[in-house]
């Protein structure tokens, strides 16, 4: 059973002591993944079990043991997440473009990035974060990227043109068009 209450979920996990435990940990997290019929990663802490493991399976199953976010990159990108505890629950998130992750059953780094032609790389690399970030007790409503209401100058005129954005796209408006949008949170006007 998937663990919705959050309070639960804002545990720090503890590491397990052997690679042996963490696989078992992992074979459950797993079977529960596969059971889900929309979820792409799993942490511990989400079936109620205290331990630094989770899953995630969005090109290939993978386990990661004790994991730990080595080095990431500077860039951001905005990805629209969900997750099992919270069903139903969409939040616009900040994750980083890439990230090396170490974990105690795997040799060597494993590297994810979201900058690259396949939508599924942009998937795993926000999913393991995502769940690296649930064995440290942080849900995605921690790193939900809010748009500040932007209040324009008030030289500008209905029909002057303005650039906004909505973190994806770029559209350069009639400010009489652009305000509702702006307005809504949804777009914010571009830097200059």
């Not at 079977?31 to 792409?40: A, F, P, Q, R, V």
């Not at 494993?110 to 396949?118: G, P, Y």
């Not at 350069?172 to 949008?181: C, F, G, S, T, V």
């Amino acid at each position: 059973m998937i663990i919705t209450e959050i309070k639960q979920l804002q545990l720090m996990c503890e590491e397990v002591k052997t690679v042996k435990e963490g696989e078992e940990i992992g074979a459950q997290l797993l079977k529960e993944l596969t059971e889900s019929t929309n979820g792409i990663g799993l942490a511990a802490n989400q079936i109620g079990i205290n331990k630094r493991v989770c899953v995630i399976n969005v090109k290939e199953p993978l386990v990661l043991i004790n994991p730990r976010i080595s080095e990431q990159s500077k860039e951001q990108f905005m990805f629209a997440e969900g997750c099992l505890s919270f069903p139903g629950k969409h939040i616009r998130t900040g994750r980083y473009v890439e990230v090396t992750v170490e974990a105690d059953n795997h040799k060597g780094k494993l590297k994810f990035s979201a900058d690259s032609e396949d939508i599924n790389d942009a998937f795993e690399c926000a999913c393991v974060q995502h769940e690296i970030d649930h064995l440290d007790g942080i849900t995605m409503f921690d790193r939900a990227m809010v748009a500040q209401p932007h209040q324009a100058p008030e030289k500008i005129g209905r029909n002057d043109k303005v650039t906004i954005t909505d973190g994806k796209e770029t559209k350069e408006l009639k400010w009489k068009k652009a305000q509702p949008l702006v307005e809504s949170g949804d777009w914010e006007m571009a830097p200059a």
